[in-house]
Protein backbone atom coordinates (compact mmCIF):
# COMPACT_ATOMS: atom_id res chain seq x y z
CA UNK A 1 0.00 0.00 0.00
CA UNK A 2 0.92 3.46 -1.10
CA UNK A 3 2.78 5.87 2.31
CA UNK A 4 0.34 8.48 3.10
CA UNK A 5 2.14 11.92 3.41
CA UNK A 6 1.80 14.26 5.94
CA UNK A 7 2.87 17.83 4.71
CA UNK A 8 3.34 20.74 7.11
CA UNK A 9 2.93 24.30 4.92
CA UNK A 10 3.89 27.59 5.75
CA UNK A 11 0.88 29.64 5.22
CA UNK A 12 0.94 33.23 5.76
CA UNK A 13 -0.23 36.15 2.94
CA UNK A 14 1.80 39.64 3.76
CA UNK A 15 -0.42 41.45 1.29
CA UNK A 16 -3.71 40.66 3.72
CA UNK A 17 -3.57 42.45 6.97
CA UNK A 18 -5.89 39.65 8.91
CA UNK A 19 -3.57 36.57 7.54
CA UNK A 20 -0.99 35.60 10.46
CA UNK A 21 2.19 32.98 10.34
CA UNK A 22 0.76 29.53 10.69
CA UNK A 23 1.17 26.00 9.15
CA UNK A 24 -1.45 23.93 7.56
CA UNK A 25 -1.63 20.03 7.41
CA UNK A 26 -2.48 18.00 4.04
CA UNK A 27 -2.24 14.37 3.58
CA UNK A 28 -1.75 13.26 0.00
CA UNK A 29 -1.31 9.03 -0.97
CA UNK A 30 2.26 8.82 -2.39
CA UNK A 31 2.34 8.22 -6.31
CA UNK A 32 4.91 6.11 -7.94
CA UNK A 33 8.03 9.23 -9.08
CA UNK A 34 6.45 11.69 -7.34
CA UNK A 35 8.37 14.97 -6.74
CA UNK A 36 7.10 17.95 -4.43
CA UNK A 37 6.17 20.07 -7.80
CA UNK A 38 3.24 17.46 -8.25
CA UNK A 39 2.48 16.44 -4.44
CA UNK A 40 2.21 20.68 -4.47
CA UNK A 41 0.35 20.45 -7.62
CA UNK A 42 -2.19 18.49 -6.20
CA UNK A 43 -2.49 19.84 -3.13
CA UNK A 44 -3.77 23.05 -5.13
CA UNK A 45 -6.39 21.21 -7.07
CA UNK A 46 -7.46 19.31 -4.69
CA UNK A 47 -7.36 20.52 -1.34
CA UNK A 48 -6.59 24.42 -1.20
CA UNK A 49 -6.60 26.34 -4.42
CA UNK A 50 -5.03 29.60 -2.26
CA UNK A 51 -1.69 28.16 -1.71
CA UNK A 52 1.32 29.94 -3.68
CA UNK A 53 3.84 28.78 -4.45
CA UNK A 54 6.54 28.97 -7.60
CA UNK A 55 7.02 26.69 -10.48
CA UNK A 56 8.12 27.21 -14.19
CA UNK A 57 10.38 24.65 -15.79
CA UNK A 58 9.72 21.60 -13.65
CA UNK A 59 13.52 20.67 -14.80
CA UNK A 60 15.55 22.08 -12.60
CA UNK A 61 16.65 24.55 -14.70
CA UNK A 62 14.83 27.88 -13.81
CA UNK A 63 15.55 28.20 -10.42
CA UNK A 64 12.10 29.12 -8.88
CA UNK A 65 11.17 26.09 -7.03
CA UNK A 66 13.60 26.88 -4.32
CA UNK A 67 11.76 26.08 -0.97
CA UNK A 68 13.22 24.53 2.57
CA UNK A 69 12.47 21.30 2.76
CA UNK A 70 12.61 19.49 6.10
CA UNK A 71 14.62 21.95 7.50
CA UNK A 72 17.33 22.44 4.45
CA UNK A 73 16.74 24.15 0.96
CA UNK A 74 15.98 23.05 -2.22
CA UNK A 75 14.63 22.13 -5.21
CA UNK A 76 10.58 21.47 -5.24
CA UNK A 77 10.79 20.01 -8.78
CA UNK A 78 14.40 17.94 -8.46
CA UNK A 79 13.26 16.56 -4.54
CA UNK A 80 10.94 12.79 -4.96
CA UNK A 81 9.18 11.94 -1.87
CA UNK A 82 10.44 8.58 -1.72
CA UNK A 83 14.02 10.41 -0.72
CA UNK A 84 11.72 12.35 2.28
CA UNK A 85 10.39 10.80 5.23
CA UNK A 86 6.43 10.55 5.17
CA UNK A 87 6.17 13.46 7.18
CA UNK A 88 7.28 16.49 4.96
CA UNK A 89 7.96 20.61 6.24
CA UNK A 90 7.67 22.82 3.80
CA UNK A 91 8.62 26.62 4.60
CA UNK A 92 9.95 29.53 2.12
CA UNK A 93 13.75 30.27 1.80
CA UNK A 94 14.52 32.83 4.20
CA UNK A 95 16.76 36.04 3.49
CA UNK A 96 14.68 37.06 0.00
CA UNK A 97 11.06 38.66 0.89
CA UNK A 98 7.83 36.69 0.96
CA UNK A 99 5.26 36.83 -1.78
CA UNK A 100 3.28 34.58 0.09
CA UNK A 101 3.24 31.25 1.57
CA UNK A 102 6.47 29.60 -0.46
CA UNK A 103 6.56 32.25 -2.88
CA UNK A 104 9.73 34.57 -2.52
CA UNK A 105 10.93 37.35 -4.65
CA UNK A 106 14.26 36.00 -5.47
CA UNK A 107 14.56 38.69 -9.03
CA UNK A 108 14.71 41.83 -6.46
CA UNK A 109 17.37 40.41 -4.58
CA UNK A 110 19.80 38.91 -7.47
CA UNK A 111 18.80 42.27 -9.18
CA UNK A 112 20.26 44.24 -6.49
CA UNK A 113 23.35 41.92 -5.75
CA UNK A 114 24.41 41.82 -9.44
CA UNK A 115 23.80 45.66 -9.91
CA UNK A 116 26.58 45.78 -7.23
CA UNK A 117 29.29 43.36 -8.64
CA UNK A 118 28.82 44.88 -11.93
CA UNK A 119 27.72 41.75 -13.56
CA UNK A 120 28.59 42.22 -17.03
CA UNK A 121 32.09 42.51 -19.32
CA UNK A 122 33.84 45.44 -18.55
CA UNK A 123 36.31 46.21 -21.83
CA UNK A 124 37.56 49.42 -23.79
CA UNK A 125 36.96 47.58 -26.61
CA UNK A 126 34.05 49.19 -29.42
CA UNK A 127 31.87 46.84 -30.63
CA UNK A 128 32.56 45.66 -33.96
CA UNK A 129 29.05 43.94 -35.68
CA UNK A 130 30.76 42.93 -38.79
CA UNK A 131 34.35 41.58 -37.01
CA UNK A 132 35.11 37.78 -36.75
CA UNK A 133 33.85 36.51 -33.53
CA UNK A 134 37.19 36.50 -30.61
CA UNK A 135 38.67 33.23 -30.07
CA UNK A 136 38.86 32.00 -26.89
CA UNK A 137 40.70 28.66 -25.57
CA UNK A 138 38.49 25.79 -25.02
CA UNK A 139 39.54 25.76 -21.44
CA UNK A 140 39.18 28.84 -20.32
CA UNK A 141 35.32 28.78 -22.11
CA UNK A 142 34.44 25.25 -20.33
CA UNK A 143 35.57 27.10 -16.87
CA UNK A 144 33.21 29.83 -17.42
CA UNK A 145 30.84 27.53 -18.48
CA UNK A 146 30.87 25.80 -16.06
CA UNK A 147 30.30 28.96 -13.37
CA UNK A 148 27.59 30.24 -15.76
CA UNK A 149 25.69 26.97 -14.62
CA UNK A 150 24.00 28.92 -11.91
CA UNK A 151 20.15 28.72 -11.79
CA UNK A 152 20.05 31.72 -9.54
CA UNK A 153 17.44 29.47 -6.88
CA UNK A 154 18.55 31.40 -3.86
CA UNK A 155 19.60 28.22 -2.42
CA UNK A 156 23.40 29.13 -1.33
CA UNK A 157 21.89 32.43 0.11
CA UNK A 158 19.00 31.05 2.19
CA UNK A 159 21.81 27.76 3.44
CA UNK A 160 24.54 30.91 4.05
CA UNK A 161 24.83 32.18 8.02
CA UNK A 162 26.40 35.51 7.11
CA UNK A 163 23.50 36.23 4.52
CA UNK A 164 20.96 35.64 7.62
CA UNK A 165 22.58 38.33 9.50
CA UNK A 166 23.38 40.82 7.01
CA UNK A 167 21.42 41.47 3.98
CA UNK A 168 24.30 44.08 2.08
CA UNK A 169 25.98 40.49 1.93
CA UNK A 170 26.87 39.21 -1.69
CA UNK A 171 26.71 35.41 -0.70
CA UNK A 172 28.19 32.83 -2.69
CA UNK A 173 26.20 32.95 -5.72
CA UNK A 174 27.26 36.82 -6.46
CA UNK A 175 30.53 35.64 -5.68
CA UNK A 176 30.57 33.21 -8.13
CA UNK A 177 29.44 35.20 -10.52
CA UNK A 178 32.83 38.07 -9.78
CA UNK A 179 34.88 34.76 -10.23
CA UNK A 180 33.06 34.37 -13.73
CA UNK A 181 33.98 37.72 -14.97
CA UNK A 182 37.69 37.24 -13.35
CA UNK A 183 38.69 34.45 -15.75
CA UNK A 184 37.12 35.66 -18.44
CA UNK A 185 39.80 37.26 -20.60
CA UNK A 186 37.19 39.52 -22.13
CA UNK A 187 36.57 41.50 -18.92
CA UNK A 188 39.60 44.47 -18.66
CA UNK A 189 39.03 45.04 -14.98
CA UNK A 190 42.05 45.22 -12.52
CA UNK A 191 42.38 42.96 -9.55
CA UNK A 192 42.31 46.09 -7.35
CA UNK A 193 38.98 46.96 -9.68
CA UNK A 194 37.31 43.78 -8.58
CA UNK A 195 38.97 44.67 -4.86
CA UNK A 196 36.92 47.73 -4.21
CA UNK A 197 33.67 45.72 -5.16
CA UNK A 198 34.29 42.42 -2.97
CA UNK A 199 37.25 43.31 -0.80
CA UNK A 200 35.10 44.09 2.29
CA UNK A 201 32.38 42.18 4.62
CA UNK A 202 30.18 42.69 2.10
CA UNK A 203 32.33 40.38 -0.04
CA UNK A 204 34.31 37.68 0.07
CA UNK A 205 36.02 39.20 3.34
CA UNK A 206 31.88 38.55 5.10
CA UNK A 207 32.33 34.73 4.32
CA UNK A 208 32.96 32.13 7.42
CA UNK A 209 34.06 29.48 4.96
CA UNK A 210 31.52 26.99 6.50
CA UNK A 211 30.31 26.07 2.78
CA UNK A 212 26.68 25.68 3.62
CA UNK A 213 26.38 26.96 0.27
CA UNK A 214 28.22 24.39 -1.35
CA UNK A 215 25.86 21.33 0.20
CA UNK A 216 22.64 22.81 -0.65
CA UNK A 217 23.87 23.99 -4.36
CA UNK A 218 21.56 21.72 -6.53
CA UNK A 219 23.69 22.32 -9.62
CA UNK A 220 26.76 21.04 -7.36
CA UNK A 221 28.70 24.69 -8.70
CA UNK A 222 31.91 24.52 -7.53
CA UNK A 223 31.34 27.61 -4.83
CA UNK A 224 34.16 26.35 -2.53
CA UNK A 225 37.00 26.06 -4.99
CA UNK A 226 36.04 30.15 -6.04
CA UNK A 227 35.27 31.47 -2.60
CA UNK A 228 39.07 30.52 -1.98
CA UNK A 229 39.93 31.51 -5.21
CA UNK A 230 38.64 35.13 -4.63
CA UNK A 231 40.23 35.29 -0.86
CA UNK A 232 43.49 34.25 -1.93
CA UNK A 233 43.43 37.00 -4.87
CA UNK A 234 42.07 39.56 -2.76
CA UNK A 235 44.20 39.04 0.10
CA UNK A 236 46.90 39.02 -2.38
CA UNK A 237 45.64 42.72 -3.94
CA UNK A 238 45.59 44.05 -0.57
CA UNK A 239 48.89 42.95 0.72
CA UNK A 240 49.99 44.61 -2.67
CA UNK A 241 48.32 47.58 -2.21
CA UNK A 242 50.19 47.77 1.39
CA UNK A 243 53.71 47.75 0.46
CA UNK A 244 52.81 49.83 -2.73
CA UNK A 245 51.88 52.70 -0.57
CA UNK A 246 54.54 52.28 1.93
CA UNK A 247 57.04 52.23 -0.49
CA UNK A 248 55.11 55.86 -1.92
CA UNK A 249 56.41 57.60 0.97
S1 LIG B 1 30.98 29.55 2.91
FE1 LIG B 1 30.62 31.76 2.90
S2 LIG B 1 29.10 32.11 1.29
FE2 LIG B 1 29.09 29.89 1.76
S3 LIG B 1 27.45 29.62 3.28
FE3 LIG B 1 29.35 29.93 4.42
S4 LIG B 1 29.47 32.15 4.81
FE4 LIG B 1 27.95 31.83 3.19
S1 LIG C 1 25.01 28.85 -6.85
FE1 LIG C 1 23.75 26.99 -6.77
S2 LIG C 1 22.43 27.27 -4.97
FE2 LIG C 1 23.30 29.27 -5.46
S3 LIG C 1 21.77 30.25 -6.74
FE3 LIG C 1 23.22 29.22 -8.14
S4 LIG C 1 22.35 27.19 -8.50
FE4 LIG C 1 21.27 28.05 -6.73
S1 LIG D 1 10.47 24.58 -11.51
FE1 LIG D 1 12.25 25.31 -12.50
S2 LIG D 1 13.84 24.70 -11.18
FE2 LIG D 1 12.08 23.81 -10.29
Redesign the pocket.
Known amino acids: MARLLKFNIFRYNPQNSESTPHMDEFVLEETDSMTLFIALNRIREEKDSSLQFDFCCRAGICGSCGMVINGRPGLACHTKTKDLPSEITLLPLPVFQLVGDLSVDTGSWFREMYNKVESWIHTNKEFDPSAEEERMENEVAESIYELDRCVECGC?VS?????RLRDD?L??VS?NRVARFVIDPRDQRTDKEYYEIIGNDEGIF?????????DVCPKHLP??DQ?AFLRRKMGITAIKSLFSCKSCK
Open positions: CACGTAFGALGCMGLLACELQL
